[in-house]
Structures are given as C-alpha cells and as structure tokens.
C-alpha cells in the first residue's frame, strides 16, 4: 500500500473509548499506514545506519485494560525485537506525529551508550538543530526543546540516561497534528526523511 498521509481521523483514533474499540480502530485505521512508512523507510535508516533495518509496528499485546495512548512503526537491527536496542521511530499521539532517535529503559547496553554519547556531548549539542526536541519517557507527549537547553542540561540527561535504571532520552522531531494533516504524503515523508539525516549519528556514535 502507498502511503497516503494521515487524517483527522487516523488521530481521532486515540479518543475511541475502550481497549478493543481503540485496538480494532488502531489495526483498521493507523498500522497500515505505518507498515507502508515501515517498508519507505527501513531501507533509508539502512543506508543512513549501514546497518540493515527490520521494522516493527507496535502491537500493543501487553495491554489487558488501558488503551494505547499512542502507537509508532519501529526500525532497528534485529530482526526479533527493538527496545533492547538504539532505534527509531515514527508515531503519532492524539495531538502530534514524533520521529525518534530512541534509547529506552529495556536497553541492557543503555549505560555504555550514555558513556558514548557523553563523549560527543559538545558535537551533539552543537549539531541538533534548534528546532529539534529531546524526551526523557517514552510513555510520555511531552517533550523538551533543543534550543531551551543548555549544553550542561545535556549532559545531565545523559548522565541520568548512565546512571539511572529506569532512564531514556530520545532525540528527535514532533509535527502538530493539523501541520502533520496538512502535510499529507510526499511534503511529510519528505520531512520525516530530513529528520533521519539529522538523527542518525546519534545511532552511530551508540553503537561505535
């Protein structure tokens, strides 16, 4: 399937009531759209990484009362799984579409990968772009401006990322749900693809 953007209703998604309404809209509505950005973009990361990329669309399987609040296609270097691992993302929450670089709490490297990234602090602080944005919990919409940052802030949530058993940090860009609409195929796949030029050597300086 081509991708064809999303829609008011595609965001709508996230206020269906109910854990199988929500799940059955999310499968009818969302996943086949991110599975068409899944097979776009796993050979773009592929290049970008020299890496070869497995997608992975989130099932949400674990969830038995509380409906996704939001839901993202995966890329990353394994075939069988991505949260133990540096990946990416593209998702949507009800109010905004996101693209990450993601390092989260299941990866057991996660520590090593701080030191890393602590070692290149200056160059990544430096090479963000401004109008990029960090988090800190996946579970989470909120998000912290690049250019609010200091380059002390950084390294204090890198050093947390280190040093803190439950800690993430994810880099990256978020979309206004009516830009991301407005948007809709081409102009957003075009923006997502710049999005991955910028985050990629984070993943390189992880797992170098």
């Known amino acids: 399937m081509e991708f064809s953007g999303f829609t008011r209703e595609d965001f709508d998604v996230f206020l269906v009531e109910g854990?199988?309404?929500?799940m059955d809209a999310l499968k009818e509505r969302i996943r086949p759209k991110l599975e068409s950005l899944g097979q776009y973009f796993a050979p773009t990361i592929s290049v970008l990484t020299g890496e070869e990329m497995f997608v992975h669309v989130a099932k949400h399987t674990r969830r038995t009362i509380n409906p996704p609040?939001?839901?993202?296609?995966?890329?990353?270097?394994n075939r069988r799984g991505y949260k133990m691992l540096p990946h990416f993302q593209i998702g949507l929450w009800k109010t905004h579409l996101f693209i990450w670089f993601a390092v989260i709490y299941e990866a057991p490297?996660?520590?090593?990968?701080?030191?890393?990234l602590l070692k290149r602090a200056e160059q990544i602080y430096?090479?963000?772009?401004?109008?990029f944005v960090w988090s800190v919990d996946h579970t989470k919409p909120e998000v912290i401006k690049h250019q609010q940052l200091s380059n002390d802030d950084l390294i204090?949530?890198?050093?947390?990322?280190?040093?803190?058993?439950?800690?993430?940090?994810l880099s990256g860009y978020t979309i206004d749900r009516e830009e991301t609409i407005k948007l809709g195929s081409q102009p957003l796949i075009q923006q997502i693809d710049e999005v991955f030029q910028k985050i990629a050597p984070l993943y390189k300086m992880a797992i170098s």
């Open 69 to 77: 609040k939001d839901t993202w296609v995966a890329f990353a270097n």
């Open 156 to 169: 204090k949530m890198l050093g947390r990322l280190q040093s803190v058993k439950k800690a993430e940090l």
């Open 109 to 116: 490297q996660k520590s090593e990968i701080a030191e890393k």
């Open 19 to 22: 854990l199988e309404p929500r």
């Open 126 to 131: 430096r090479e963000i772009p401004k109008d």
